[in-house]
């Protein structure tokens, strides 16, 4: 079975270049991003871990954490992050889980139960270790997404889903489509109009299961 919206995230013990880490520990009470490559010094992969380092400091406004997986080794991670910061201008301070047994993938269901790396592996082996998972500080799954090999995630994208479930949780409201911080809000369907007018003072009545509001103050 998939690993689903709001199902409690595995709890691990795992090597990383800063250390073990037990993961549930590791989030602690912040919100945590745990992005997934299959393999280390890999074109694609390089770019996406730069342009998480040069977001460090949007994480941590945020309150969250990052890491990420790649099924090879400590000492490779560390090699690996010289590229990385080389090529993003930035530090990427952020821990690289060790994932050489594959327990974290199989774990997140990116791999099944089944699976081994052949000699000789080519990052074709590891292809659906490409995951972002966005992680409350309830150790509860909030949104995941997987892309191919050749297409590299929009880590912007990341961040406005990111704001997007913190700005929910924190409000009790959804956000419409193309949502960004600033703009109008979905008011829930079990709100009635008094009690959004006195939240929200003015709202828009599009239909009476959809109505938009700007969030006070």
């Not at 602690?28 to 770019?47: M, Y």
């Not at 990111?162 to 959804?174: C, H, I, K, S």
């Not at 006195?198 to 009476?208: N, R, V």
Request: charged share 25%; net charge negative.
């Amino acid at each position: 079975m998939g690993l689903r919206i709001n199902d409690t995230v595995p709890d691990f013990s795992a090597e990383t270049d800063q250390g073990t880490i037990s993961f549930h520990d590791f989030i602690g009470d912040s919100w945590a991003i745990l992005f997934s490559h299959p393999k280390d010094f890999t074109p694609v992969c390089t770019t996406e871990f730069g342009a998480v380092a040069q977001l460090s400091d949007e994480w941590a406004k945020r309150g969250t954490k990052v890491i990420g997986v790649s099924v090879d080794g400590v000492e490779d991670h560390k090699k690996w992050k010289g590229d990385i910061e080389g090529y993003a201008g930035a530090k990427a301070g952020f821990p690289i889980i060790a994932d050489e047994g594959l327990a974290v993938s199989k774990a997140f269901d990116m791999l099944p139960a089944e699976a081994y790396m052949p000699d000789g592996r080519t990052p074709a082996d590891s292809a659906t270790v490409r995951s972002v998972f966005i992680i409350g500080p309830d150790k509860k799954l909030k949104l995941s997404m997987t892309y191919p090999m050749n297409v590299g995630r929009n880590f912007a994208e990341v961040l406005r889903a990111l704001d997007g479930l913190q700005t929910a949780a924190r409000e009790n409201v959804a956000t419409p489509a193309n949502w960004a911080p600033g703009g109008d809000v979905v008011i829930p369907v079990a709100v009635s109009d008094e009690d959004a007018k006195a939240k929200y003072g003015e709202f828009t009545t599009h239909f009476p299961y959809l109505r938009t509001a700007k969030l006070p103050g």
